[in-house]
């Protein structure tokens, strides 16, 4: 007796067909566009919290900062160093005006900053703030710290071409 597939008698069947449509949808990368240029949806994401965020506080308040950082984060994980920057710069401006160039919270901008400006080859830029960030890591741990000897490392080979400094700290 042959035993015959039907909808109707195999509803575990299509809810695992649906499932793992549903499953494949979902894990495709997906993309948003903003002005002509299609872009992740992650960025897109990304910008969405920072605008959320900007209109709630106010584009120049301290929350805003985990949606700037996560924003110039994704950018930078692309190698997009030019839309990184000015958002980079504005979270160093937005820790510098609300806490001051002294306080710790400033160390990942700062060492963001001189990537991006050891990247677009202003030498003196870099080495500046990497002497800032070094200067606050030396107070707070030392100077044989890890953080301490990977941005002297960074600091002395900024003007290696082939040198690929690490992400920065969280």
Not at 62 to 79: D, F, H, I, K, M
Not at 113 to 132: P, V, W
Not at 148 to 153: K, S, V
């Amino acid at each position: 007796m042959s035993q015959r597939l039907s909808i109707r008698s195999q509803p575990t069947l299509i809810l695992l067909i649906l499932f793992t449509l549903w499953f494949w949808l979902s894990i495709k990368p997906l993309s948003a566009t903003t002005d002509g240029q299609a872009i992740p949806l992650s960025l897109g994401a990304a910008w969405d919290n920072l605008r959320s965020a900007a209109k709630s506080f106010g584009p120049n308040d301290p929350r805003t900062l985990p949606a700037l950082v996560a924003l110039s984060n994704l950018y930078l994980s692309l190698n997009r160093y030019a839309e990184a920057e000015p958002l980079v710069q504005h979270a160093t401006n937005i820790v510098q005006q609300s806490q001051g160039a002294t306080a710790f919270d400033i160390l990942p901008h700062w060492i963001q900053m001189a990537r991006i400006d050891a990247h677009y080859h202003r030498y003196s830029l870099a080495e500046e703030l990497y002497k800032n960030a070094l200067g606050l890591v030396i107070k707070k741990y030392g100077a044989t710290h890890a953080l301490a000897i990977q941005l002297q490392t960074e600091m002395s080979n900024i003007k290696n071409p082939s040198f690929s400094p690490t992400p920065p700290p969280d």
